[in-house]
């Protein structure tokens, strides 16, 4: 953010849009979005790059082991016929599921104090594979700075 040249500086408005400064419910947001992303959804075949990239980001963090942080009726509630996976995209796809077809759970767990560096995490994981120039989620940083 700090340059030499006061022109390719960001502006006020571009610094306080960054991602650092978002609040919890457009993080979420972010996140459920994330979940959605193809490769996201294919957590159970997904590809090894993919899958080691996302083992060197997760190390030692706040959602190793997500499964067993959260309710466990919740947990059985999701699970269906198939658990998800206690990896990094098992967790992006619960949290895009539970969006979208449990939202009365929501308020249940609070995701931003459970999981406090997941965020970040999944921010700059997606951000080097280049995810966050797609469609899907180009407007989330877009929106209104209220947001």
Same mark, same amino acid.
């Given at each position: 953010?700090?340059?030499?040249?006061?022109?390719?500086?960001?502006?006020?408005?571009?610094?306080?849009?960054?991602?650092?400064?978002?609040? $919890?419910?457009?993080?979420?947001?972010? &996140? =459920?979005? @994330?979940? +959605?992303?193809? *490769?996201?959804?294919?957590?159970?075949?997904?590809?090894?790059?993919?899958?080691?990239?996302?083992?060197?980001?997760?190390?030692?963090?706040?959602?190793?082991?997500?499964?067993?942080?959260?309710?466990?009726?919740?947990?059985?509630?999701?699970?269906?016929?198939?658990?998800? $996976?206690?990896?990094?995209?098992?967790? &992006? =796809?619960? @949290?895009? +599921?539970?969006? *979208?077809?449990?939202?009365?759970?929501?308020?249940?767990?609070?995701?931003?104090?459970?999981?406090?560096?997941?965020?970040?995490?999944?921010?700059?994981?997606?951000?080097?594979?280049?995810?966050?120039?797609?469609?899907?989620?180009?407007?989330?940083?877009?929106?209104?700075?209220?947001?």
């Amino acid at each position: 953010m700090i340059n030499e040249n006061p022109d390719d500086r960001p502006t006020v408005e571009e610094t306080l849009n960054h991602p650092l400064f978002w609040k $919890p419910q457009r993080r979420v947001e972010y &996140l =459920r979005r @994330i979940g +959605n992303e193809k *490769e996201v959804g294919k957590y159970s075949d997904a590809d090894q790059k993919l899958l080691e990239a996302l083992k060197q980001s997760a190390t030692e963090r706040s959602f190793c082991q997500w499964r067993s942080k959260l309710p466990s009726e919740l947990m059985k509630k999701m699970d269906g016929k198939q658990p998800y $996976p206690e990896n990094m995209l098992g967790l &992006l =796809r619960f @949290i895009r +599921n539970l969006h *979208e077809h449990n939202a009365e759970d929501l308020e249940s767990v609070d995701l931003m104090n459970m999981f406090p560096d997941l965020f970040g995490c999944v921010y700059m994981l997606a951000k080097k594979q280049s995810w966050n120039s797609r469609p899907g989620l180009k407007n989330v940083f877009q929106r209104d700075l209220r947001s």
